[in-house]
């Protein structure tokens, strides 16, 4: 596989979300316990960032939802959404949603890092939210 082909991890029709490789796996090896069932793409590049994948997702679901351990402040998280935003606005029916992490400094404690970095139920939250 080239580093600029993505991969469709799992077909839904409730979402769309760009994913980390370790959200990844924790989301799709869990069998789905509600009636949401995300389109997931994971991107193996940032650079070249494969724009067509992302739009033919968002084509798919009206939706879109990016996750990212960046922090949501010049990340690549907003970059995906302002090009969603400037290439296929048309085909968005909810606002794009980032569950990134929050803007502070890495904590030292581990219960406090665990705050701010996203987790799974950030994810499943947000995902919820645009599908309402």
């Given at each position: 596989?080239?580093?600029?082909?993505?991969v469709?991890?799992?077909e839904?029709?409730?979402?769309?979300?760009g994913?980390l490789?370790s959200?990844?796996?924790?989301?799709?090896?869990?069998?789905?316990?509600?009636?949401?069932?995300?389109?997931t793409?994971l991107?193996?590049s940032?650079?070249?960032?494969d724009l067509?994948?992302?739009?033919?997702?968002?084509?798919?679901?009206?939706?879109l939802?990016?996750?990212s351990?960046?922090?949501?402040?010049?990340?690549?998280?907003?970059e995906?959404?302002?090009?969603?935003?400037e290439?296929?606005?048309?085909?968005?029916?909810?606002?794009?949603?980032?569950v990134?992490?929050?803007?502070?400094?890495?904590?030292?404690?581990?219960?406090?890092?665990?705050?701010?970095?996203?987790?799974?139920?950030?994810?499943?939250?947000a995902?919820?939210?645009?599908?309402?």
């Amino acid at each position: 596989m080239r580093a600029t082909e993505r991969v469709v991890a799992r077909e839904g029709g409730n979402g769309s979300k760009g994913l980390l490789l370790s959200f990844f796996v924790l989301m799709i090896r869990r069998p789905p316990r509600s009636t949401l069932f995300p389109y997931t793409t994971l991107f193996r590049s940032l650079k070249p960032l494969d724009l067509d994948a992302i739009l033919t997702s968002v084509k798919k679901t009206s939706k879109l939802v990016i996750v990212s351990e960046g922090y949501k402040t010049c990340n690549v998280a907003s970059e995906i959404a302002m090009l969603v935003m400037e290439h296929g606005f048309d085909l968005l029916d909810a606002p794009v949603k980032r569950v990134c992490a929050v803007d502070v400094p890495v904590p030292m404690s581990p219960v406090l890092e665990d705050a701010a970095i996203p987790n799974k139920q950030n994810v499943i939250n947000a995902v919820k939210e645009v599908c309402q």
